[in-house]
Nanobody, 126 residues
Framework: QLQLVESGGGLVQPGGSLRLSCAAS????????IAWFRQAPGKGREAVSC????????HYDDSVRGRFTISRDNAKNTAYLQMSTLDPEDTAVYYC???????????????????WGLGTQVTVSS
């Protein structure tokens, strides 16, 4: 059973940067599409980005495109979300998710990933 653990969250000032990590165990991550979601206080969960198993396909929500970069290192069984030019609107709990189905990151970020981490808090505030 795949298990995912996010790390790298914290408090950052507006305009700053953070890199989130998603470490996998229990299986090899190269068989899974990976996605990042976030949920802000009082709001629903929203898709941020996804990356295909090989890393050749990526998708981003319009709100983060050009500021966030998703990547993966299959040798380290880890995925990343590099976040730059952070804004208070980016404040949320960030979750990574994984699914064996390639279609989960073929044309967009599908919502129903099978495996989820517990999340890491990102707070953007001065």
């Amino acid at each position: 059973q795949l298990q995912l653990v996010e790390s790298g969250g914290g408090l950052v000032q507006p305009g700053g940067s953070l890199r989130l990590s998603c470490a996998a165990s229990g299986d090899t991550l190269d068989s899974y599409a990976i996605a990042w979601f976030r949920q802000a206080p009082g709001k629903g969960r929203e898709a941020v980005s996804c990356i295909s198993r090989s890393g050749g396909i990526t998708h981003y929500d319009d709100s983060v495109r050009g500021r966030f970069t998703i990547s993966r290192d299959n040798a380290k069984n880890t995925a990343y979300l590099q976040m730059s030019t952070l804004d208070p609107e980016d404040t949320a709990v960030y979750y990574c998710a994984a699914d064996r189905e390639p279609a989960m990151c073929l044309f967009a970020v599908a919502p129903d990933y099978r495996f989820w981490g517990l999340g890491t808090q990102v707070t953007v505030s001065s």
